[in-house]
């Protein structure tokens, strides 16, 4: 499954860079304050969605942190899709943002699909975590399907941060990284005590 992963991202990365070889080099300035923005609040919610893990690996016994681990995977798959709808609205978020008009229609539209696709999803967990667990861990991880269902329930929320800041990237505000990393840090001391 990994290295399946690994061949399609690679086959993607080898034909995009093949299909935009025309585009010519990337300027030095590519790395605007855009750029930077989307970096920070990329990284610190890659932190905050990450940091369970880092945590039961030091709290829990090394099974326990095996199964969480495991769970965690499937659990946060939850926001695949989400994250992919995040993706593509971007360029009509800032479009409209960049021309003054109104994106809360777009925006509203997109957290109810995205609501579906987490409701969905963590129905499907829920009923079919054994089966898929059993698939692609064995036996012994089956345990795990009990933990991941509440884990993409967790995460959910997540899902609509996502959309958010897609919002506030797309009309260029910083504010918004204050607040995650204030989340980031509370998180961080939470999942500590």
Known sequence: LVGGIVLASTAVAV???????????ID?????????????????????????VLFARAFFPEIDAGYYAAAAVLGKAVLWVPVLIGQLIF????????HGSSVRQLAVRSARLVAVVVVV???????????????LYGERYVTAAEIAWK???????????????QYFL??????????????????VLTLYV
């Open 121 to 135: 999803s963590v129905a499907l967990l829920w009923s079919l975590g054994e089966p898929v667990f059993r698939l």
């Open 170 to 187: 797309a009309r260029q505000q910083n504010r918004f990284l204050v607040w995650m990393a204030a989340v980031l840090v509370v998180q």
């Open 15 to 25: 034909a995009g860079l093949w299909l935009s070889r025309d585009a010519g080099s």
């Open 28 to 52: 030095l300035r590519a790395i605007d304050p855009d750029v930077r923005r989307a970096f920070g609040a990329y990284t610190m919610l890659w932190l905050i969605l990450g940091a369970d």
């Open 91 to 98: 360029p009509r978020l800032a479009a409209r943002s960049q």
């Open 151 to 165: 884990i993409g329930l967790a995460v959910a929320p997540f899902a609509l941060v996502n959309l958010l800041i």
